[in-house]
């Protein structure tokens, strides 16, 4: 495949902004290495950034690429890279954004080698809320005399984050919705909902362990007062606005960054000692990713969504991607059974004898 198509776009906007562009597979450079994308992940601040959100940190210029995580295939080397062959698999990250593509040519310390045991889902959607999450948990220094509370903690940096702090021995409580509990309990935490008496029901879950960390992804105002009342000091509270920056620092690290290189090495290691796992909840064809990033700004998905380049489909069904989704099949479930029950209670019954 020598042609192939790019997302671009030559506006600040929503999704409608998003096109779908031709595409010639690029030249290796010196230094640099062509990749045939296999997956590739979707993340929130991209779509941020896409629609003018983020343009005090970052001003694009258009037309503009989309997309930082990647993995795939190295079909071309340029001069000076001696250390991967053509048909190598490899992973990680567009400095430059553009990894929605079929091909992308970046420099060669933008990659490590794919693992042959982590798959192209994983391998694509990682880079960015991988390294994000891992920095947040770094930076709290976590071990098993700690409580630490994480908000959000079913989306892509937060699973992550979740598993990480447990990893590191810590208790681990997590705000987030109710359809979410029984995924947030697999993953070794104690799920708490959202909402009026949060406060109570962290601490009864704590169990009288002081609470001695706190992650915000969510965003919420009361946040910090939250972390506050529980007695987390501002030094072990990780701000919404913190994680944002890291993740920004991220999304435009240089190739030759040594800080990204170890962190996605380690994750990459990590994975395959399975101390943590990358829940995948969307997995679209790549003609399709305007409904992908829907999917993700529902704000529903656990874990990550990602687009795959060289998915197949045997006609069969078409709009397989459209799909009910198992976590919406489950909430559909869960309400027409509480619908159900409150009907049966409004109603007479007849006493058993």
């Not at 010196?30 to 979707?42: Q, W």
């Not at 950034?49 to 795939?72: C, N, S, T, W, Y």
């Not at 340029?78 to 400095?95: C, I, N, Q």
């Not at 992804?217 to 920056?245: K, W």
Request: a negative charge; hydrophobic letters at 40%.
């Amino acid at each position: 495949m020598r042609n192939g198509k790019a997302v671009q776009y030559d506006r600040y906007g929503d999704f409608s902004v998003v096109e779908l562009v031709p595409q010639d597979k690029p030249t290796a450079g010196p230094g640099e290495i062509v990749v045939e994308i296999v997956a590739a992940g979707l993340n929130h601040i991209e779509r941020f950034l896409r629609e003018g959100k983020l343009r005090d940190h970052i001003e694009l210029e258009f037309p503009a690429r989309q997309g930082v995580d990647f993995a795939g295939i190295v079909r071309a080397r340029g001069d000076g890279v001696k250390d991967l062959r053509v048909g190598d698999e490899v992973m990680g990250h567009a400095p430059q954004g553009g990894s929605h593509a079929n091909w992308i040519a970046v420099p060669r310390g933008a990659v490590i080698k794919k693992p042959e045991y982590v798959g192209w889902e994983v391998a694509g959607g990682l880079y960015l809320a991988g390294c994000t999450a891992v920095s947040v948990v770094r930076s709290l220094r976590l071990g098993p005399e700690d409580t630490v509370v994480i908000t959000a903690a079913a989306g892509g940096v937060g699973h992550i984050e979740s598993q990480l702090a447990h990893d590191a021995g810590a208790t681990v409580i997590t705000l987030g919705s109710a359809r979410n509990h029984d995924y947030l309990r697999q993953i070794g935490t104690l799920p708490v909902v959202y909402g009026e008496g949060e406060e109570e029901r962290i601490r009864a879950i704590a169990d009288g362990r002081p609470i001695t960390a706190f992650i915000d992804n969510h965003g919420e105002s009361n946040a910090e007062l939250l972390a506050d009342r529980l007695g987390v000091g501002a030094e072990r509270f990780v701000s919404s606005d913190d994680r944002r920056d890291i993740e920004l620092r991220f999304l435009r690290a240089p190739a030759e960054d040594e800080e990204t290189r170890e962190l996605l090495t380690l994750l990459a290691k990590a994975l395959q000692e399975r101390r943590f796992q990358v829940l995948i909840s969307g997995f679209y064809p790549f003609e399709y990713i305007v409904e992908a990033y829907e999917d993700l700004a529902e704000m529903k998905s656990r874990g990550k969504v990602v687009i795959g380049m060289q998915t197949v489909e045997t006609g069969a069904r078409l709009d397989w991607y459209r799909s009910e989704k198992a976590r919406d099949l489950r909430d559909r479930y869960a309400d027409a059974r509480g619908s159900e029950t409150e009907s049966m209670a409004g109603g007479s019954a007849t006493p058993a004898s």
